[in-house]
C-alpha cells in the first residue's frame, strides 16, 4: 500500500514541473557533469618525498619499483614504491593508520605515522589545487 501512495504521490509532484522548470533542471545536469571533472580532477603524482622526523629523507621516481626501510624511534618502517603508486608496508605503530592509508596515486595525497615519526607526501609536475587536510 505504501509502495502505491508513494507513486502517487511522485506522479502529483511531477506533475507541478512546467517545462522551463525542466530545461533549468537539464541546464543544472549538463554544468554539474561538466565542472565535476575540472574541480575534482588531480595530476598523477610523479614522485614521493619520505621524510624521517620532520627531515627529508629521499625522494624517488614513483616509476622504478623500489622498497625501503628506514629506521625510527619504535623501529623500521617499510615503504613500498611501485607502479606509479607508493605506500607504508609495515611500521611498528600501534595503531597502524599510515599502513591503513594503502596505495597512494595522486599529488597531494600522504601517510603519516606519527609514533614512528615517518611520512610520505607525492608530488608531481603541479602543486595540489588544495593548501590544507582535514579530517
Known sequence: ???ISA???WRDWLS?????DYVVIGVFLVLWGVITPLCWSQAGATR???????QLYAELDLAAARTLA???PLGKTTIEVAAGRARIASDPSPRQYCVRAGWLTQVGQSAICLPNRTSIELVGPRPASYDSLSY
Open 1 to 3: 500500500m505504501n509502495n
Open 70 to 72: 628506514i629506521d625510527g
Open 7 to 9: 507513486a502517487k504521490s
Open 48 to 54: 614521493v618525498k619520505i621524510f624521517q622526523d620532520g
Open 16 to 20: 507541478l514541473l512546467r517545462s522551463g
